[in-house]
C-alpha cells in the first residue's frame, strides 16, 4: 500500500489471505474501505468506522484502492468525492463497468449539488457533506451499508448455486425448461421439438430434479432471480441431445 499514508489496519489483500484456510460454509465479515486524500477526513472516518465494530482498510488513493480490490469480499465504500488522482466519481464509474455492487457511502467536505445529484443517480446509498460534523449520521449510514453489503453476499452465493444448476442442463433440457417457465403444455414442446411427449415428461422431470425445484412456480422465481444467466446461455440447437 505504498500509496497510503496511513497504515491500514489491514488491506482486502491481508483481509482475504485470513480468510484462505477457513471452512467454505464459512463467510467472511463485511469489511469498510476508506478512501480519502485528506488525512484529517481519514483519520475521522477511521475512528467512525472503528465505532460499527467492522474491519477496515485505509487507501489514500482511488489507484490504490482498486489494486487492492476483491469484487468477491464482502463491504463497503466510504469514499471522499475528492480523493486524488482518480476522483471518487470515476471510481464510482469503473466499479460499475466492473459490474461490482459494492455499497457505496460519499462523503465531502464541500461539494456541488450536480456532484451530489450524479453520484446517487448513479446508485450511491447517500452523500454526505461535511462528515466529520455529523458522525452519527456517518456511522448510521455505514451500518446501513454493511447490511446491503451482507445481503449482496447472500444473494452472490445464491446466484453462483442457480447458475451451477443451470450448467447442468442439456440443451434439450433448456429448450423444456423455457417452454414450462412460457406456460407451454407437454404436446407443443413434443410438437415443436419434434419428439414425443414421453420425451418431454422425462426431460421435464430431469430440469426439475436438476434445478432442486418441485413445481413451475417455484422453476419461474428461480429464473427470475436468475434472468441474467439466461442470456450467457449458448443457443438451443433444434435437435435432441
Known amino acids: 500500500m505504498s500509496e497510503s499514508y496511513l497504515k491500514p489496519v489491514t488491506s482486502l489483500t491481508q483481509y482475504r489471505q485470513g480468510f484462505a484456510d477457513a471452512p467454505e460454509t464459512v463467510d467472511p465479515p463485511a469489511t469498510i474501505a476508506i478512501v480519502s486524500g485528506d488525512r484529517g477526513m481519514h483519520q475521522a472516518l477511521r475512528r467512525i468506522s472503528e465505532s460499527t465494530g467492522a474491519s477496515y482498510a485505509s487507501y489514500a488513493t482511488a489507484e490504490a484502492f482498486l489494486a487492492d480490490f476483491d469484487p468477491t469480499l464482502p463491504g463497503c465504500l466510504l469514499l471522499d468525492i475528492h480523493v486524488p488522482h482518480m476522483g471518487g466519481l470515476r471510481l464510482q464509474q469503473q466499479l460499475q463497468h466492473q459490474g461490482s455492487r459494492l455499497p457505496l457511502l460519499f462523503v465531502s467536505a464541500e461539494a456541488t449539488v450536480p456532484e451530489a445529484v450524479q453520484a446517487l443517480q448513479a446508485g450511491a446509498m447517500d452523500f454526505i457533506v461535511q462528515p466529520l460534523k455529523c458522525a452519527g449520521l456517518v456511522k448510521t449510514r455505514l451500518k446501513t451499508c454493511l447490511a446491503q453489503a451482507r445481503q449482496n453476499q447472500i444473494e452472490q452465493k445464491k446466484e453462483a448455486e442457480i447458475a451451477a444448476r443451470l450448467a447442468r442442463l442439456t440443451p434439450r433440457e433448456w429448450?423444456?425448461?423455457?417452454?414450462?417457465?412460457?406456460?407451454?403444455?407437454?404436446?407443443?414442446?413434443?410438437?415443436?421439438?419434434?419428439?414425443?411427449?414421453?420425451?418431454?415428461?422425462?426431460?421435464?422431470?430431469?430440469?426439475?430434479?436438476k434445478l432442486q425445484v418441485r413445481n413451475r412456480a417455484e422453476l419461474i422465481n428461480l429464473i427470475l432471480f436468475q434472468e441474467e444467466r439466461l442470456q450467457e446461455f449458448p443457443p438451443i440447437k433444434d435437435h435432441a441431445s
Request: proline residues 0%.
Open 175 to 209: 429448450q423444456i425448461m423455457e417452454g414450462v417457465v412460457k406456460g407451454k403444455q407437454n404436446k407443443q414442446m413434443a410438437f415443436e421439438g419434434n419428439i414425443s411427449t414421453k420425451t418431454v415428461e422425462v426431460h421435464r422431470t430431469r430440469v426439475m430434479k
